[in-house]
């Protein structure tokens, strides 16, 4: 167990829809990272928020948003979901935000989105 | 985004044999390798990480061996047991998030027989 915590486990949706996925980080952790791990794009990075700020993008698609609270939860909102967004989404933490060397990463349990 | 090139996409391995698993990286302002290990309905759990100032790490059963000339670094699974079947990626920092980030291989499905 890593210590982030990821809800819902499961989530199934139709096309068009909107969708939020939540993440809480290790205890102490600043820093959330969400993923996306498809069977085509494999494991790919998405946002990077440290301590309520964002910090980094990815292929991040515009229709997909995040945000971090002051408590350090953070939220993934996906809209006008496809078939495509069909995907695993992991959140993972690390104690500092890794400016100047890459901190270590760990990662929650995951959500698996079904587009429908 | 892929910035690391991992090879064998599978693996089968005896019990008992060795496991091994390369990754090749273009990017010399790499500073930070890890290796993650993915269970089927699991998130990637870090294995084992080295930085370039070494050229081999071990823990327990599993080593990374690092070569910074050829831009090279490979898991070593020593003694592999059936437990160990599992998906593996190596990784590397997204420079251009200024290392905030992962880059992940392609994984390898390693099948240790008994």
């Known amino acids: 167990d890593s210590g982030v915590t990821q809800t819902p486990k499961h989530l199934i949706t139709a096309t068009g829809q909107r969708v939020t996925l939540r993440c809480s980080p290790r205890s102490g952790d600043l820093s959330v990272y969400w993923y996306q791990q498809s069977l085509d794009q494999g494991l790919q990075f998405l946002i990077h928020?440290?301590?309520?700020?964002?910090?980094a993008k990815g292929n991040i698609l515009e229709r997909f948003s995040a945000q971090q609270f002051p408590d350090l939860h953070s939220e993934l909102n996906l809209s006008s979901l496809e078939l495509g967004d069909s995907a695993l989404y992991f959140c993972?933490?690390?104690?500092?935000?890794?400016?100047?060397?890459?901190?270590?990463?760990?990662f929650g349990p995951g959500t698996r989105l079904t587009v429908l | 985004q892929q910035q690391v090139k991992q090879s064998p996409q599978s693996l089968i391995v005896q019990k008992g044999g060795i496991s091994i698993i390369n990754c090749a990286y273009e990017n010399t302002a790499f500073d930070y390798f890890p290796w993650y290990q993915q269970f089927p309905g699991k998130g990637p759990a870090l294995l084992i990480a080295i930085r370039p100032d070494v050229s081999e790490k071990k823990e327990g059963r599993f080593t990374i061996s690092f070569n910074k000339s050829a831009k090279q670094f490979s898991l070593h699974i020593m003694d592999s047991q059936p437990g160990d079947s599992a998906t593996y990626f190596c990784?590397?920092?997204?420079?251009?998030?200024?290392?905030?980030?992962?880059?992940f291989g392609s994984g390898t499905r390693l099948q240790v027989q008994p």
């Open positions: 993972a933490s690390s104690p500092r935000t890794g400016g100047g060397h890459t901190d270590t990463q760990y």
């Open positions: 928020y440290y301590n309520g700020e964002e910090r």
């Open positions: 990784a590397a920092p997204l420079t251009d998030t200024g290392r905030r980030a992962l880059t």
